[in-house]
């Protein structure tokens, strides 16, 4: 008989590099409280945001996404060719299908990559690092492209409160690869559906569906007339900001630390921590459950950039690692969560 062939395995895996793209639009507390009664001093005290960044009309998730992937290959020293795998994390790609990575790869040069997008709202980017370490680990692919990309700004009501005035678009991407010493902590992920509607898209395209039929059913009435506000028609963004806050405080703590346990670390021994940009206080509350010392550098780029989902956490990355380049080499704690509920984590080396 004859013997299978299996894949030689790469012992360890490691981020080579780091990118980001930021729209340059700023959108202002002032602007915010325009559409719902708050203000700059309660939306700076309950979230930490002062402005956040906004994508153009003409800007897409595939663009910022390109953008992110191609500063995060130079910053590499990889070309697009040697990728074997594309993953764009994303909530706000709007298909269905074909996938953002698809096109992605495409762009690049990357074909004929693997690609596919993951949807896992805020801890995308976290189950991507997941992936792209196990493919490489297990030699399925030498190098793979990771990449949150959201432009949240295409599924957000201005007047709604309990979340549109946290959001903001951007892109954030790493390059992962094989290494001599290892880089890449194990992943600790999960979910927790029984919060399934704590926060996410007030209705389905299936309701749209619905919605047409009924007004061609009604001798071809536009679908407009049969609705109160747009908002109706167009799935957008909403939250119950308590559930989740009182989620991400109590449980994501002990997610974290369980991911400085599997690695075999101690928040001391951290240089930096990069918890997804959700809400300053929660990174607050973070650090003080997780007894993070005072000389690890917490990444605070919320902000500026707002609440980013699946881009939060390589965006405040590369804005660490320019603003703190003596970072670069030290060990990082990251966690993603969010809609769904999903969460992931692991420590890295920083590139
Ligand atoms: C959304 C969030 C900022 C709201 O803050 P909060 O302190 O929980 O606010 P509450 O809902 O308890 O409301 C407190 C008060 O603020 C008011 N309020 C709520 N939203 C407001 C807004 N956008 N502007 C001004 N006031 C607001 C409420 O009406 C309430 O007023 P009252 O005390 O007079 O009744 C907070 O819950 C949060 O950040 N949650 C987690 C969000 C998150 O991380 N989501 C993404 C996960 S990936």
Redesign the pocket.
């Known amino acids: 008989m004859a013997t299978l062939q299996q894949r030689k395995t790469n012992e360890f895996t490691k981020v080579m590099g780091v990118g980001a793209y930021r729209p340059e639009k700023r959108v202002s507390n002032e602007e ?2 325009q559409w ?4 700059d001093e ?2 700076r005290q ?2 930490g945001i002062v402005t956040r960044q906004r994508a153009d009309a003409d800007t897409s998730v595939i663009d910022m996404a390109e953008g992110a992937a191609r500063n995060a290959l130079e910053n590499a020293g990889i070309s697009a060719d040697q990728l074997g795998a594309v993953i764009v994390s994303t909530v706000s790609h709007p298909f269905a299908t074909p996938s953002a990575s698809a096109k992605l790869a495409d762009r690049l040069g990357a074909t004929p990559a693997a690609a596919y997008d993951i949807s896992a ?3 995308g980017y976290c189950y991507g690092i997941a992936q792209a370490d196990a493919l490489v680990h297990s030699g399925q692919v030498e190098y793979a492209l990771v990449v949150g990309a959201e432009k949240l700004s295409d599924f957000i009501d201005n007047h709604e ?3 549109s ?2 959001l903001g678009d951007g892109a954030g991407a790493v390059v992962i690869g094989p290494s001599d010493t290892p880089g890449i902590g194990p992943t600790v992920w999960g979910s927790d559906g029984s919060k399934y509607d704590a ?1 996410g898209m007030t209705h389905s395209l299936l309701d749209i569906r619905e919605l047409s039929l009924a007004a061609q059913a009604d001798g071809g009435a536009s679908v407009g007339s049969i609705l109160e506000t747009e908002a109706q028609l167009w799935p957008t963004m909403r ?7 009182r989620w ?1 405080v109590w449980e994501m703590a002990k997610v974290a630390q369980r991911a400085l346990d599997a690695a075999g670390v101690s928040a001391a021994d951290l240089a930096a921590f990069i918890p ?1 940009q ?2 300053m ?2 990174i607050d509350e973070m650090v003080k459950q997780l007894g993070v010392p005072e000389n690890v550098v917490v990444a605070r780029d919320i902000a500026d950039s707002g ?1 980013t ?1 699946a881009a939060s956490i390589p965006l405040a990355t590369h804005r660490l690692l320019q603003e703190n380049p003596e970072l670069s080499g030290g060990l990082a704690l990251q966690i ?4 769904g509920l999903v969460f992931a984590a692991q420590v890295i080396v920083l590139p």
Do not use: E, K
């Open positions: 915010i409280i719902i009664d708050s203000s309660w939306i309950r979230t709202a805020c801890a409160r309990t979340i005035f946290l926060i939250q119950d900001g308590q559930t989740v806050f991400a997804h959700a809400n206080r929660i609440n989902s993603g969560f969010g809609a």
